[in-house]
Protein backbone atom coordinates (compact mmCIF):
# COMPACT_ATOMS: atom_id res chain seq x y z
CA UNK A 1 0.00 0.00 0.00
CA UNK A 2 1.30 3.28 -1.13
CA UNK A 3 0.64 6.65 1.42
CA UNK A 4 1.26 10.13 0.42
CA UNK A 5 1.19 12.82 3.23
CA UNK A 6 1.64 15.88 3.29
CA UNK A 7 2.15 18.95 0.39
CA UNK A 8 5.13 20.48 -1.65
CA UNK A 9 8.14 20.42 -0.37
CA UNK A 10 7.42 18.80 2.54
CA UNK A 11 6.29 15.81 0.23
CA UNK A 12 6.50 12.35 2.10
CA UNK A 13 5.58 8.87 0.71
CA UNK A 14 5.07 5.30 2.29
CA UNK A 15 5.05 1.98 0.91
CA UNK A 16 3.51 -0.36 3.49
CA UNK A 17 4.24 -4.04 3.26
CA UNK A 18 2.52 -6.98 5.75
CA UNK A 19 4.01 -10.18 5.67
CA UNK A 20 4.66 -13.06 7.98
CA UNK A 21 8.40 -11.92 8.74
CA UNK A 22 7.17 -8.78 10.05
CA UNK A 23 6.04 -5.03 8.55
CA UNK A 24 7.94 -3.13 6.18
CA UNK A 25 7.50 0.75 5.63
CA UNK A 26 9.68 2.47 3.10
CA UNK A 27 9.76 5.91 3.61
CA UNK A 28 10.98 9.09 1.40
CA UNK A 29 10.85 12.18 1.26
CA UNK A 30 10.99 14.44 4.49
CA UNK A 31 10.09 13.71 7.81
CA UNK A 32 9.28 17.59 9.56
CA UNK A 33 7.16 19.20 11.56
CA UNK A 34 4.42 19.34 8.50
CA UNK A 35 4.21 16.01 8.23
CA UNK A 36 4.84 14.21 11.46
CA UNK A 37 1.45 13.86 12.48
CA UNK A 38 0.30 11.79 9.56
CA UNK A 39 3.56 10.01 9.55
CA UNK A 40 3.10 9.35 12.89
CA UNK A 41 -0.75 7.73 12.72
CA UNK A 42 0.52 5.71 9.54
CA UNK A 43 2.74 4.09 11.88
CA UNK A 44 0.15 3.80 15.20
CA UNK A 45 -2.28 2.39 12.41
CA UNK A 46 -0.57 -0.76 11.71
CA UNK A 47 -1.61 -4.07 12.98
CA UNK A 48 0.22 -5.63 16.00
CA UNK A 49 2.56 -7.45 15.79
CA UNK A 50 5.24 -10.23 17.56
CA UNK A 51 7.40 -9.59 14.32
CA UNK A 52 9.55 -6.73 13.52
CA UNK A 53 8.70 -3.51 12.37
CA UNK A 54 11.16 -2.22 10.09
CA UNK A 55 11.14 1.51 8.82
CA UNK A 56 13.10 2.03 5.96
CA UNK A 57 14.25 5.64 6.11
CA UNK A 58 16.85 5.13 2.82
CA UNK A 59 14.82 7.78 0.87
CA UNK A 60 14.60 10.42 3.86
CA UNK A 61 16.66 12.96 3.05
CA UNK A 62 15.65 15.36 6.60
CA UNK A 63 14.18 13.82 10.02
CA UNK A 64 13.41 16.64 12.33
CA UNK A 65 13.54 16.88 16.06
CA UNK A 66 9.58 15.94 15.66
CA UNK A 67 10.47 12.84 13.27
CA UNK A 68 12.46 11.46 16.14
CA UNK A 69 10.09 11.97 18.77
CA UNK A 70 7.81 10.02 16.06
CA UNK A 71 9.99 6.90 16.16
CA UNK A 72 10.63 6.79 19.79
CA UNK A 73 6.33 7.34 20.48
CA UNK A 74 6.16 3.82 17.79
CA UNK A 75 8.83 2.17 19.63
CA UNK A 76 7.26 2.41 23.48
CA UNK A 77 3.73 1.63 22.03
CA UNK A 78 5.54 -1.12 19.35
CA UNK A 79 7.84 -2.78 22.60
CA UNK A 80 4.43 -2.56 24.83
CA UNK A 81 2.20 -4.57 22.36
CA UNK A 82 5.37 -6.96 22.84
CA UNK A 83 7.07 -6.24 19.31
CA UNK A 84 9.97 -4.55 18.10
CA UNK A 85 10.65 -1.33 16.46
CA UNK A 86 13.96 -1.40 13.95
CA UNK A 87 15.23 1.73 11.85
CA UNK A 88 16.80 0.65 8.50
CA UNK A 89 18.97 2.23 6.24
CA UNK A 90 19.34 5.60 7.11
CA UNK A 91 21.78 8.15 5.26
CA UNK A 92 24.48 9.60 6.89
CA UNK A 93 22.05 13.29 7.63
CA UNK A 94 19.58 11.27 9.34
CA UNK A 95 21.89 8.54 11.09
CA UNK A 96 23.83 12.26 12.88
CA UNK A 97 20.18 12.84 13.80
CA UNK A 98 19.97 9.64 15.23
CA UNK A 99 23.24 9.43 16.91
CA UNK A 100 22.80 13.12 18.27
CA UNK A 101 19.46 11.87 20.04
CA UNK A 102 20.97 8.87 21.52
CA UNK A 103 18.02 7.05 19.43
CA UNK A 104 20.67 4.60 18.29
CA UNK A 105 20.90 3.18 22.15
CA UNK A 106 17.41 2.77 22.48
CA UNK A 107 15.78 1.52 19.04
CA UNK A 108 18.60 -0.59 16.91
CA UNK A 109 19.79 0.67 13.35
CA UNK A 110 20.92 -1.78 10.46
CA UNK A 111 22.27 -0.65 7.23
CA UNK A 112 19.40 -2.47 5.32
CA UNK A 113 16.00 -3.92 5.81
CA UNK A 114 17.56 -7.48 4.96
CA UNK A 115 19.78 -7.05 7.71
CA UNK A 116 17.13 -6.46 10.11
CA UNK A 117 15.03 -9.52 9.39
CA UNK A 118 17.62 -11.15 11.54
CA UNK A 119 17.48 -8.55 14.29
CA UNK A 120 16.68 -10.24 17.43
CA UNK A 121 17.96 -8.04 20.18
CA UNK A 122 16.18 -9.47 23.59
CA UNK A 123 15.04 -6.24 24.76
CA UNK A 124 13.72 -6.67 28.69
CA UNK A 125 10.18 -6.30 30.20
CA UNK A 126 9.71 -2.70 31.13
CA UNK A 127 10.33 -2.52 35.02
CA UNK A 128 7.62 -0.42 37.40
CA UNK A 129 8.86 2.42 39.35
CA UNK A 130 7.94 1.35 42.91
CA UNK A 131 10.13 4.14 44.28
CA UNK A 132 9.29 6.63 47.68
CA UNK A 133 9.86 9.90 47.26
CA UNK A 134 10.38 11.21 51.05
CA UNK A 135 9.46 14.94 50.45
CA UNK A 136 11.12 16.20 54.04
Known sequence: RLVVMGEGQ???KAEVTVGARGIDVRVAGEIDIANVDEFRALLWGL???????????????????????ALVAVHLRTRARGGQLV???PNAVVRRTLRATR?????PIVGSSMV???VARPWPSPVPLNRAVSLT
Open 10 to 12: HHL
Open 116 to 118: AED
Open 87 to 89: ICN
Open 103 to 107: VNRVI
Open 47 to 69: PPAPAPLRVDLGGVGFLSAAGVR
